[in-house]
């Protein structure tokens, strides 16, 4: 179950557009597993493909960075929003009403 799991939630991030984010029990949701979001972490954190499975857009359900990022901590992350165009507060937040992905 998980490797077909993690599969689809690396198929939805891919979907993501620059310049959005989304939560992680929005993907999970979105997945049809609402109470997976923890296992949408997991996937995250073993993301085969970093530069191609934009895992830095995901934040938790109060726009929080992670502050484990598994690719470089909480500055990488918001680093690569930044570039991006997504504003990062000085609590390492961001703006859901601005910036989440509503598809």
Not at 73 to 102: C, F, I, M, P
């Amino acid at each position: 179950m998980a490797d077909g799991f993690f599969e689809r939630v690396y198929e939805y991030l891919k979907r993501v557009p620059r310049g959005k984010v989304v939560t992680y029990g929005q993907i999970a949701r979105a997945l049809g597993a609402p109470r997976m979001a923890r296992q949408v972490g997991y996937a995250l954190h073993v993301n085969p493909m970093p530069g191609i499975i934009p895992c830095h857009r995901v934040v938790n359900r109060f726009g929080g960075l992670a502050p484990a990022f598994a690719f470089g901590g909480t500055d990488a992350q918001k680093q690569l929003l930044l570039s991006e165009g997504v504003e990062v507060r000085e609590d390492n937040t961001v703006d859901l009403n601005l910036y989440q992905w509503r598809q």
